[in-house]
T-cell receptor, first 110, second 111 residues
Framework: QKEVEQDPGPLSVPEGAIVSLNCTYS??????FMWYRQYSRKGPELLMY????GNKEDGRFTAQVDKSSKYISLFIRDSQPSDSATYLC??????????FGTGTRLQVFP | DADVTQTPRNRITKTGKRIMLECSQT?????MYWYRQDPGLGLQLIYY???????NKGEISDGYSVSRQAQAKFSLSLESAIPNQTALYFC??????????FGPGTRLTVL
């Protein structure tokens, strides 16, 4: 079993929809949770960063961590075609080594 | 200019050849990483370095070696390339706590 599981998609939604992206994990020692966005033929870029449980909001993006269920989510409100990308969840214990999910490909059509 | 640069951006080579991928950064970070990305497998850590004198193996280091020439430079070598090393390779830097900054990637094809 992988330490981090993520549905690869693709997920296709109309512009303006609310998007929910999720990851589950098995290691309860993870303390830091991140979402990276990767456009085609580009390197991943950090989108959201959360320490421990709770919610964090940044504009149209909300990251949610539920450590009791070992489940993290990224919500995108009012999705735009420019949000079309692959979204990677990532987690870390305490050594600055990230464990990545396989990524979910999102397509937002006009 | 980009904070993390990788050269070359694309490379096609033959089985058995030695290949070096180079990474440079201007962010002033001590920590640098090499990953490979394969469809369906996500990003896998090959090697990482927390400073010039500290180099560590990642999950999939077999067949690879690295050199940290300076704080800003971290190179990945494939001593004898094989076809299953065909992948997208990323360099990343970090100031700590998981906030990593990635380069644009090198697409390597081994025939």
């Amino acid at each position: 079993q992988k330490e981090v599981e993520q549905d690869p998609g693709p997920l296709s939604v109309p512009e303006g929809a609310i998007v929910s992206l999720n990851c589950t994990y098995s290691n309860s020692a993870f303390q830091y949770f991140m979402w990276y966005r990767q456009y085609s033929r580009k390197g991943p870029e950090l989108l959201m960063y959360t320490y421990s449980s709770g919610n964090k909001e940044d504009g149209r993006f909300t990251a949610q961590v539920d450590k009791s269920s070992k489940y993290i989510s990224l919500f995108i409100r009012d999705s735009q075609p420019s949000d079309s990308a692959t979204y990677l969840c990532a987690m870390m214990r305490d050594t600055d080594k990230l464990i990545f999910g396989t990524g979910t490909r999102l397509q937002v059509f006009p | 200019d980009a904070d993390v640069t990788q050269t070359p951006r694309n490379r096609i080579t033959k089985t058995g050849k030695r290949i070096m991928l180079e990474c440079s950064q201007t962010k002033g970070h001590d920590r640098m990483y090499w990953y490979r990305q394969d469809p369906g497998l996500g990003l896998q850590l090959i090697y990482y370095s927390f400073d010039v004198k500290d180099i560590n193996k990642g999950e999939i280091s077999d067949g690879y070696s690295v050199s940290r020439q300076a704080q800003a430079k971290f190179s990945l070598s494939l001593e004898s390339a094989i076809p299953n090393q065909t992948a997208l390779y990323f360099c990343a830097t970090s100031a700590g706590f998981g906030t990593q900054y990635f380069g644009p990637g090198t697409r390597l094809t081994v025939l």
